[in-house]
């Protein structure tokens, strides 16, 4: 198993996907389309990484830009601790490192955001430091690779696992190497199925594949079952003079989804009535109230089933901590998480009636 580098890099060269952060792997594009990866498909990270970099082009521009502008960028791909780590590292990297990423594990790895995965992407792909880099893809090729039985979930389980890849990685190429590994995990040595072993170039050496149990391969623990929460969430519009506007709340500063803008929502499932009261806690008066259909959103610990109702205000008081958003403020500015993507997509509807966009 030591020696699985040259079939492994001769089909890599073959079967690769031709994908911009490959084509031109500087460290900052390494490690942004990295941190993008974590959680998304390749299809699903592409248009937000080339929007990224076009209005982002370096660690400089990263580290300066404006939190609103950050989160904008960022919306839609969920878990925004990790665009908020990205600039926290861009900060000391302006600060220590003169703007570029260091050549360096460990120094890769001390920055916010960089875990042992990331900087061993980093530290391999763009700096050739023959150091391993074991997502879950690659962990999943591992263990089938070497028949382990073992709870992959289990922190000593992954670290022998690691231990073996970085016996692995070869001293030449060892950027191409790694990137071969999680590509034949992504393409072929797939999750949750049969793996593709008749096409893999690694199927004479495999000792999953040799005693027939790499379908069954990694063992994981159970995951704990994930918290559900109803909660009502509103859809409160308000014509105003310059135009409709609809009532954004940012988020406190710690936990789920902290510091984000949000639709008013509160837990529980509300009828229409206590609905209409909810509002005129927030300071908004609405005469009617509308259903509107269900949504679910999925975190990571906890699930969100929610119930919406849009509410046209007529009156409300001014000084409450909420703000009154235009389609074009939605558009261009404001960054709603997709935890409410049931909602946000009749506001541009509900938002232009009669044409008042109201800018
Ligand atoms: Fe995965 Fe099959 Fe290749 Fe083994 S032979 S690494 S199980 S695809």
């Given at each position: 198993?030591?020696?699985?580098?040259?079939?492994?890099?001769?089909?890599?060269?073959?079967?690769?996907?031709?994908l911009?952060?490959?084509?031109?792997?500087?460290?900052?594009?390494?490690?942004l389309?990295?941190?993008m990866l974590q959680?998304?498909?390749?299809?699903?990270a592409?248009?937000?990484?080339?929007?990224?970099?076009?209005?982002?082009?370096?660690?400089?521009?990263?580290?300066?830009?404006?939190e609103?502008?950050?989160?904008k960028?960022?919306?839609?791909?969920?878990?925004?601790?990790?665009?908020?780590?990205l600039?926290?590292?861009?900060?000391?990297?302006?600060?220590?490192?003169?703007g570029?990423?260091?050549?360096?594990?460990?120094?890769?790895?001390?920055?916010?955001?960089?875990?042992?995965?990331?900087?061993?992407?980093?530290?391999?792909?763009?700096?050739g430091?023959p150091?391993?880099?074991v997502?879950?893809?690659?962990?999943?090729?591992?263990?089938r690779l070497?028949?382990?039985?073992?709870?992959?979930?289990?922190?000593?389980v992954?670290?022998a696992l690691?231990?073996?890849?970085a016996?692995?990685?070869?001293?030449?190429?060892?950027?191409?190497?790694?990137?071969a590994?999680?590509?034949?995990?992504?393409?072929?040595?797939?999750?949750n199925?049969v793996?593709?072993?008749?096409?893999?170039?690694?199927?004479g050496?495999c000792?999953?594949?040799?005693?027939?149990?790499?379908?069954d391969?990694?063992?994981r623990?159970?995951?704990?079952?994930?918290r559900?929460?109803?909660?009502?969430v509103?859809?409160?519009?308000?014509?105003?003079?310059?135009?409709?506007?609809?009532?954004l709340?940012?988020?406190g500063?710690?936990?789920?989804?902290?510091?984000?803008?949000?639709?008013?929502?509160?837990?529980?499932?509300?009828?229409?009535?206590e609905a209409?009261?909810?509002?005129?806690?927030?300071?908004?008066?609405a005469q009617?109230?509308?259903?509107?259909?269900e949504?679910?959103?999925?975190?990571?610990?906890?699930?969100w089933?929610?119930?919406?109702?849009?509410?046209p205000?007529?009156?409300?008081?001014?000084?409450?901590?909420?703000?009154?958003?235009?389609?074009?403020?939605?558009?261009?500015?404001a960054?709603?998480?997709?935890?409410?993507?049931?909602?946000?997509?009749?506001?541009p509807?509900?938002?232009?009636?009669?044409g008042e966009?109201?800018?």
């Open positions: 198993m030591e020696n699985i580098a040259p079939a492994l890099l001769d089909w890599f060269y073959k079967n690769r996907r031709i911009p952060f490959r084509e031109d792997p500087t460290p900052y594009h390494v490690w389309s990295e941190v959680q998304t498909r390749v299809s699903a592409l248009p937000y990484y080339e929007r990224f970099l076009a209005v982002l082009p370096d660690i400089p521009a990263l580290a300066v830009c404006d609103e502008k950050l989160h960028l960022w919306e839609g791909l969920g878990y925004y601790s990790r665009v908020r780590n600039q926290k590292a861009a900060k000391i990297v302006c600060e220590q490192y003169g570029q990423l260091p050549a360096d594990y460990a120094a890769l790895r001390a920055l916010p955001g960089i875990g042992d995965y990331t900087a061993g992407a980093i530290a391999s792909i763009s700096f430091i150091v391993p880099a997502d879950g893809n690659v962990l999943r090729v591992l263990a070497l028949d382990c039985h073992d709870d992959i979930t289990r922190p000593a992954k670290k690691a231990t073996k890849a016996e692995m990685v070869p001293e030449d190429f060892p950027g191409m190497f790694n990137q590994l999680m590509e034949l995990g992504q393409t072929v040595c797939l999750p199925t793996p593709h072993c008749l096409e893999c170039p690694l199927c050496g000792a999953g594949c040799a005693a027939g149990t790499a379908a391969l990694p063992v623990a159970p995951k704990k079952a994930r559900v929460e109803q909660r009502t509103l859809v409160l519009i308000c014509q105003m003079a310059a135009g409709r506007r609809v009532l709340r940012r988020r500063e710690k936990g789920l989804l902290a510091g984000l803008w949000e639709l008013p929502n509160t837990q529980g499932w509300l009828s229409a009535d209409q009261a909810y509002a005129r806690s927030l300071g908004a008066a009617t109230v509308f259903p509107l259909e949504g679910r959103h999925v975190f990571t610990h906890i699930e089933h929610m119930k919406g109702f849009m509410l205000v007529d009156h409300f008081s001014p000084g409450w901590d909420g703000t009154w958003m235009s389609a074009g403020q939605l558009a261009e500015e960054a709603l998480p997709s935890a409410f993507r049931t909602y946000a997509r009749l506001l509807g509900l938002l232009e009636e009669n966009t109201g800018d």
